[in-house]
């Protein structure tokens, strides 16, 4: 499965961007995009790859981790294969490169936000967002 993200950039602090996922498939063995669970990771400089928010296969479920709850909105598109992630009231703090990856959802949702190095198989190369105080 091939992710391509877009959407970041430069935004002064408590403005908007809207992130976008656009998942196909590499070979016809790849499942298809919409059986995947698609979640949102931030790698700020210096700090770890973690979740911000995922969605379910179905869009059913979704988590958010609590620094971006209440600002941030997660959204799929099956029939254009798309993610969104809707961020507003951006701060400094949520400055950094975002990826967005692709796993089975297995099980239940924030599990698999959680633990990305074993429930995500596939990971684009990410979009830099850099919040300005």
């Known amino acids: 499965l091939r992710l391509v993200e877009s959407g970041g950039g430069l935004v002064q602090s408590g403005g908007s961007l809207r992130l976008s996922c656009v998942a196909s498939r590499l070979t016809p063995d790849d499942y298809d995009p919409g059986d995947y669970a698609i979640g949102w990771f931030r790698q700020a400089p210096g700090s770890d790859r973690h979740g911000i928010s995922c969605?379910?296969?179905?869009?059913?479920?979704?988590y958010y981790s609590d620094s971006v709850k209440g600002r941030f909105a997660i959204s799929r598109d099956n029939a254009n294969n798309a993610v969104y992630l809707q961020m507003n009231n951006l701060d400094s703090e949520d400055t950094g490169v975002y990826y967005c990856a692709a796993g089975i959802d297995y099980a239940n949702i924030q599990n698999l936000c959680l633990n990305p190095s074993v429930s995500m198989d596939y990971w684009g190369n990410g979009t830099q967002v850099t919040v300005s105080s």
């Open positions: 969605i379910s296969s179905t869009a059913k479920t979704t």
